[in-house]
């Protein structure tokens, strides 16, 4: 069955460490998301990808990066962990002209 | 700036109950709504959706009432079950590039009791 899984699922890291959280897709989405979801906040749009080599900012995307080199994966760096970046993130994919996103599992990280 | 609110931020019903779920966004050009249940330690998966062109849409128990002049939507489960108990979210997306990208609202904690 295809599906969406995220790696590591959890990680503690230190500030100021670079940190790289990997998302596979198996379902051949064009889109793909990633999302940091906060108490109170809800889930929160960090970056977003149409297809190969095309990525764009989202709402909170400040010391995030991320990379498009196929179609199934998705990673997203944090170039220098910082507290405030604490979070549960999910990656999502969905089809072109699909309305639905997939989502993962979810890495749960914790910068100390 | 919050493009999608929602309302309660918690909910507490018994078993048997309505839950009722409100949103409300801002963007007249956003054009599929979609609500998300979430499961602790799960990621969100795809509920029910509605187009604006239609102003309910129910599957099982679960209902959406979308209202495009007042810009407000919601979910109603009726005879609300504990396993419904977990987060739920709305969203609001547009089409761009032909793709569809949910902004969500802040999500509700529901929770049915036996």
């Known amino acids: 069955d295809a599906e969406i899984t995220q790696s590591p699922r959890h990680k503690i890291t230190e500030t100021g460490r670079q940190v790289t959280l990997a998302c596979h897709q198996t379902?051949?989405?064009?889109?793909m998301f990633w999302y940091r979801q906060d108490l109170g906040h809800g889930l929160r749009l960090i970056h977003y990808s149409y297809g190969v080599q095309d990525t764009n900012k989202g709402e909170v995307s400040d010391g995030y990066s991320v990379s498009r080199s196929n179609t199934e994966d998705l990673p997203l760096t944090l170039e220098s962990a910082a507290s405030s970046q604490t979070s549960v993130y999910f990656c999502?994919?969905?089809?072109?002209?699909?309305?639905?996103?997939?989502f993962g599992q979810g890495t749960r990280l914790t910068v100390v | 700036q919050q493009q999608v609110k929602q309302s309660p931020q918690s909910l507490i019903v018994q078993k048997g109950g309505i839950s009722i779920i409100n949103c409300a966004y801002e963007?007249?050009?956003?054009?599929?709504f979609p609500w998300y249940q979430q499961f602790p330690g799960k990621g969100p998966a795809l509920l029910i959706a509605i187009r604006p062109d239609v102003s309910e849409k129910k599957e099982g128990r679960f209902t959406i009432s979308f209202n495009k002049s007042a810009k407000q939507f919601s979910l109603h489960i009726m005879d609300s079950q504990p396993g419904d108990s977990a987060t739920y979210f709305c969203?609001?997306?547009?089409?761009?590039?032909?793709?569809?990208?949910?902004?969500f609202g802040r999500g509700t904690s529901l929770i049915v009791h036996p």
């Open positions: 999502a994919s969905s089809g072109t002209a699909n309305t639905e996103a997939f």
């Open positions: 963007n007249t050009a956003f054009d599929y």
């Open positions: 969203a609001a997306s547009r089409e761009s590039g032909g793709s569809y990208i949910p902004t």
């Open positions: 379902w051949n989405h064009n889109n």
